[in-house]
C-alpha cells in the first residue's frame, strides 16, 4: 500500500535556527512527493514538490526539501527559521489509480517557531 | 484565476438535517478531490473525480454521505442525514497534468458544525 509518515506531531524550534520535519514514504515505483502548508483556517498550499533530477528540491518562503531514495525519506528543511513559518505542514505522495492519480497525505506535523 | 472556490465558508446546522457543500474547481483542472479535517483523523480523502467521473469513492464514510460532479466546473458534497461527529473542515482541492506536477489545489475549506 502507499502511504506517507509524519513521525512527529509537533516540531518547536527558536527563530533563526534551522529547521526540519521529517516524512518518510512507501509507495511502488518512482514517487512524487509533495510538502504543503496549512495556516489556521486556511486550505492547504503547495510548497515544493519531487519528480525526478536533482535531489535537493527547492520551494516556497525559502524552503526546500532532500530526497532520500535509500531512506524513502522526503525531510522538509529550512535554513533559519521565522516565526511566520509556525503552520502545519503536511506531506503527499501521489499514487495511482488506472489513469488518474490521488494525493495521499501524512497526519501532518505542526510547526511552532518561537521568537 | 481565482482559485477553488468553496461555498459556504461556514455552516451551522441541526442534527438530521440535509448539509450541501459546494466546489467550483479550477478552470481546465479534471481532477476534482473532497477532503475531511478533523483534529482526530486528520485529513481523509474522502472521493474523487477524474473528468467528472467518481474514480474511487472509498473513504466515503457511509451511506449518508454522497458526491456528485454533473460538469467540469461544480461539484457538491451532500451530507443527509447529519450528525455531530460529521462536524469538521471540508476542502474541495483540483488538480491537472497539465499543469506539470499534479500538485494540488486548494479550497480555504468549509467549516460545518453540527448541533
Known amino acids: 500500500a502507499q502511504s506517507v509518515a509524519q513521525p512527529e506531531d509537533q516540531v518547536n524550534v527558536a527563530e533563526g535556527n534551522p529547521l526540519t520535519v521529517k516524512c518518510t514514504y512507501s509507495?511502488?515505483?518512482?514517487?512524487?512527493l509533495f510538502w504543503y502548508v496549512q495556516y489556521p483556517n486556511r486550505g492547504l498550499q503547495f510548497l515544493l514538490k519531487?519528480?525526478?533530477?536533482?535531489?535537493l528540491v527547492k520551494g516556497s518562503y525559502g524552503f526546500e526539501a532532500e530526497f532520500n531514495k535509500s531512506q524513502t525519506s522526503f525531510h522538509l528543511k529550512k535554513p533559519s527559521a521565522l516565526v511566520s513559518d509556525s503552520a502545519l505542514y503536511f506531506c503527499?505522495?501521489?499514487?495511482?489509480?488506472?489513469?488518474?492519480?490521488?494525493?495521499?497525505f501524512g497526519s501532518g506535523t505542526r510547526l511552532l517557531v518561537r521568537p | 484565476d481565482a482559485g477553488v472556490i468553496q461555498s459556504p465558508r461556514h455552516e451551522v446546522t441541526e442534527m438530521g438535517q440535509e448539509v450541501t457543500l459546494r466546489c467550483k474547481p479550477i478552470?481546465?483542472?479534471?481532477?476534482l478531490f473532497w477532503y475531511r479535517q478533523t483534529m482526530m483523523r486528520g485529513l481523509e480523502l474522502l472521493i474523487y473525480?477524474?473528468?467528472?467521473?467518481?474514480?474511487?469513492d472509498s473513504g466515503m464514510p457511509e451511506d449518508r454521505f454522497s458526491a456528485k460532479m454533473p460538469n467540469a466546473s461544480f461539484s457538491t458534497l451532500k451530507i443527509q442525514p447529519s450528525e455531530p461527529r460529521d462536524s469538521a473542515v471540508y476542502f474541495c482541492?483540483?488538480?491537472?497534468?497539465?499543469?506539470?506536477?499534479?500538485?494540488?489545489?486548494f479550497g480555504q475549506g468549509t467549516r460545518l458544525t453540527v448541533v
Open positions: 519531487y519528480i525526478t533530477g536533482d535531489n
Open positions: 482541492a483540483s488538480s491537472s497534468k497539465h499543469t506539470g506536477g499534479d500538485e494540488a489545489f
Open positions: 509507495v511502488s515505483g518512482n514517487p512524487y
Open positions: 478552470s481546465g483542472h479534471n481532477s
Open positions: 503527499a505522495v501521489r499514487a495511482r489509480m488506472d489513469s488518474s492519480y490521488k494525493l495521499i
Open positions: 473525480f477524474n473528468n467528472n467521473v467518481p474514480i474511487d
